[in-house]
Structure formats: C-alpha cells, structure tokens
C-alpha cells in the first residue's frame, strides 16, 4: 500500500551567524535543509508501508503481494547487487540514465535513495550502516522500463525497487535545521537590469579561468544554481524577494585565500560567497523547519534478483 504523507510547517525563521561563518566547516553535515520541491508532491512524499519486513512489499511484474494495486510504475527487468567494500574512501560512483535504462555503479544506499526522492544527501536521515564513510556497503543497479520514459518516471520505479529489493520504508517530517540562505544586505542590492540578450546565451556563465561568473539576462535562482552545482559545501536557498532579470559579474578572483591544495575547493567556495557583498546581498545561516526524509527500515543486503 502506498501512502502519502503531507508535511505540516511550523517555527520561524531566525538568523544563527552573519555571513563570515556562512559556509560550513569540512566534515561538518548540516541537521537538514529546506528542499524546493522538484516534483509534483503526491510523488514525493511517498512511503512505502509494508506487509511484513521478511517479504518484498511488491513482485517485479508489477503485482502487489497483497494483490493491492499500487501507482508506482515498474521496471521490466532489474538486477541489484551488492559490492565488494572497499578500503579508505570511494571512488565516485557512476549513474547513468537514458531511454528508459538506468545504470548505477559502485553507489552508496545514500546515493540510491537521494535520487530516486530528489533529496540533498544532507536532507536524508538514514541507518548509520548507510552513512557516509569509508567501508560503507556498495551496490550496482542495472534496471530497464518496457520502453523510453523520462527521468522522473525512472525516479518512481527505482523507488519502488527499492521497497522490492531492500524492504525500504520511509516517511516525511518537517524537522528544524541550520541551512544557508541568499539574503539583500544592509544598503540593498546592486544589481543592473538585464539588457536585450541574444537568443542562445546562457544566462550563467561560469568563466572559471579568471575566477568569475559572467550573468546575462539572469535571476538570482539561475545563480544559486549554478554555484549548487559546482559546490558550495551546501545548498544556498533565495530569501532576497528579488525576481527580476539582472545583468552582472561575480568576480571572486581578489577573494580567494591562499590555501594548500587539500583546502583549495574550500577557499573557492567561501570566495565565491564573500564576492555576493559586492552585489549587495550576502549569506547567512538561518534555523526553519525543513523537510526530510526518514528512513524507518531498510534491509542492507538485498532480496534476489
């Protein structure tokens, strides 16, 4: 059975730090984040409430084993298997998605599991077996649907394979946490209205060479984007209230602190937080509820292919 939770929000936001302490510590992992939803809610916030944690909750050919119907679309065929632990840290796991195939090598349970939801690592609270850490289990997926889907289908299979294969069971709940937010600062913005831009340019230009990021015609979202991608260390979330298209440089260059390479990608990132000053806006650590996804019961070896 299939149930969907709705998660209720309570508590106020209150700023924690000022911007100097923004960016969080190495191997510091924030309590949780606020998500912006991605996909419709009814599709993410489902929990797998299962029969018995001895039995899988669903067969592969797609029929329940309490005969009960379920909305969770399946692959055709699916093999999951567990993999040789390795010593110290990891090498990168591979995940490859296309036409309707889904590939994934040598990934964590947390990898598995923050993209068949759409959650941040950090949003996900899950056994401490499936932490992050060296010696942590393994697995390879090799999943295929009976046709070409999107994505986002690949995403509600591979969730139903996960309480197929490892009994998995899961909740929502709105949970406080330390999360860094986009806000204007004391003098308000500095940001120029975007000019005619041609068809075609890329509203985010990340112009790595000369330590800078060139905006066209882009919002303050498109911006947190593009540094979530590249790494901040933690998601940054829009609180500016700014929504309109602006023309301006991110030029971090005379900010980046001489560091050893170890703390390189550390310095980049803080440098690329204290350059927002210059565009009138700064960021902060602020405490709200945040919606996060409980792992209730997972099985570490999984059920036969």
């Known amino acids: 059975m299939l149930t969907i939770l709705q998660p209720s929000v309570s508590g106020k936001v209150e700023d924690e730090m000022n911007s100097q302490s923004a960016i969080p510590r190495p191997g510091r992992r924030l309590d949780a984040i606020w998500r912006e939803p991605k996909i419709p809610v009814g599709l993410c916030l489902a929990v797998w409430c299962l029969a018995g944690a001895a039995h899988p909750a669903f067969s592969q050919s797609g029929q329940p084993a309490d005969a009960t119907q ?11 298997k567990p993999v ?19 590939t994934m090598h040598n990934v964590s349970f947390m990898d598995i599991v923050s993209w068949a939801f759409d959650m941040h690592p950090w949003t996900v609270v899950v056994p401490s077996w499936a932490e992050e850490a060296p010696g942590q289990p393994l697995y390879d997926i090799d999943a295929e649907a009976d046709g070409p889907v999107p994505q986002a289908q690949v995403k509600l299979m591979l969730q139903r394979l996960l309480g197929e294969r490892f009994q998995f069971a899961a909740h929502h709940e709105m949970r406080e946490g330390v999360h860094l937010v986009l806000r204007v600062a004391k003098g308000g913005p500095k940001l120029k209205e975007a000019a005619a831009v041609e068809p075609g340019t890329p509203p985010v230009k990340n112009d790595a060479a000369n330590s800078r990021i060139i905006c066209k015609g ?12 590249t790494g901040i260390g933690a998601k940054v979330y829009d609180q500016t209230g700014l ?17 050893d ?5 550390n310095a980049l990132q803080q440098a690329r937080l204290d350059a927002m000053r210059e565009l009138g806006l700064q960021v902060v650590e602020a405490r709200m509820p945040v919606d996060t996804l409980v792992v209730d019961h997972v099985e570490k070896i999984p059920a036969e292919n």
């Open 243 to 259: 929504t309109g298209r602006y023309d301006f440089t991110l030029d971090y260059g005379k900010y980046i602190e001489d560091s």
């Open 261 to 265: 390479p170890a703390h390189r990608l």
């Open 218 to 229: 882009a919002t303050l979202e498109e911006l947190l984007f593009r540094l979530n991608v």
């Open 84 to 102: 040789p632990a390795q010593p110290g840290f990891r090498q990168p796991g591979v995940r490859k998605c296309e036409n309707g195939r889904l």
């Open 70 to 80: 379920v909305s969770l679309p399946a692959f055709e065929v699916a093999s999951v």
